[in-house]
């Protein structure tokens, strides 16, 4: 059984920090393309981050030099760290492993930036 679950999530006062994890199991976590999605209240699903099987990374443009995405495949699990939050980083994360036409999403973590 697939499962995904992000964990970190919570709430953070402008310019922190937090770092989100997703652990992964029921498929070969090595060999997928892991990302990081959020949806803000009234907003569609947007990407954060990804990481391919090799390492490689990619970042929407707001999000380029405040977020991380990693990869620890003896763990099975993908990271994000975020700094320098914003208000407007208030969202649900959504994890998500794509190989091929595979696809699985986490059920999300709340991230509130709020003073």
């Known amino acids: 059984q697939v499962q995904l679950v992000e964990s970190g999530g919570g709430l953070v006062q402008p310019g922190g920090s937090l770092r989100l994890s997703c652990g992964a199991s029921?498929?070969?976590?090595?060999?997928?393309?892991m990302s990081w999605y959020r949806q803000a209240p009234g907003k569609e699903r947007e990407l954060v981050a990804r990481?391919?099987?090799?390492?490689?990374?990619d970042y929407a443009d707001s999000m380029k030099g405040r977020f991380t995405i990693s990869r620890d495949n003896a763990k099975n699990t993908v990271y994000l760290q975020m700094n320098s939050l914003k208000p407007e980083d208030t969202a649900v994360y959504y994890c998500?492993?794509?190989?091929?036409?595979?696809?699985?999403w986490g059920k999300g973590t709340l991230v509130t930036v709020s003073s």
């Open positions: 998500k492993a794509a190989w091929g036409l595979l696809v699985y």
């Open positions: 029921g498929f070969t976590f090595s060999s997928y393309v």
């Open positions: 990481i391919s099987a090799g390492g490689n990374t």
